[in-house]
């Protein structure tokens, strides 16, 4: 059973920077693309950042240059460094293993647990 892990969220102020990170397996048959997703109260999951084995990258349009994602193949972690951050990116965030560089939920096949992102103003 494949198994994400997330760690690293916190409180913060308004501009304020939170890195999280995700442990799982380095390479998952089938589901090679890792990524973040987030649900605020009320809201739907919507994707964050999203990284191929080979490391394309996308990002929602909220999130760019702000956010940053990167992962290492050879312990299975991928990281969320997030800058600036704004009240509107309070959120529980989920660390994700999907078989398409998408940032739709519909692709993702693992999710973990979650870990809270609040950014008070």
């Known amino acids: 059973e494949v198994q994400l892990m997330e760690s690293g969220g916190g409180s913060v102020q308004t501009g304020g920077s939170l890195k999280l990170a995700c442990v799982g397996p380095g390479y998952i048959h089938g589901n090679s693309y890792r990524a973040w997703f987030r649900q605020a109260p009320g809201k739907g999951r919507e994707g964050v950042a999203i990284?191929?084995?080979?490391?394309?990258?996308d990002y929602a349009d909220s999130v760019k240059g702000r956010f940053t994602i990167s992962r290492n193949n050879a312990n299975g972690t991928i990281y969320l460094q997030m800058n600036n951050l704004k009240p509107e990116d309070t959120a529980m965030y989920y660390c994700?293993?999907?078989?398409?560089?998408?940032?739709?939920?519909?692709?993702?096949?693992?999710w973990g647990q979650g870990t809270q992102v609040t950014v008070s103003s």
């Open positions: 994700a293993a999907g078989s398409a560089l998408s940032l739709m939920p519909n692709w993702v096949h693992y």
């Open positions: 990284i191929a084995y080979g490391g394309n990258t």
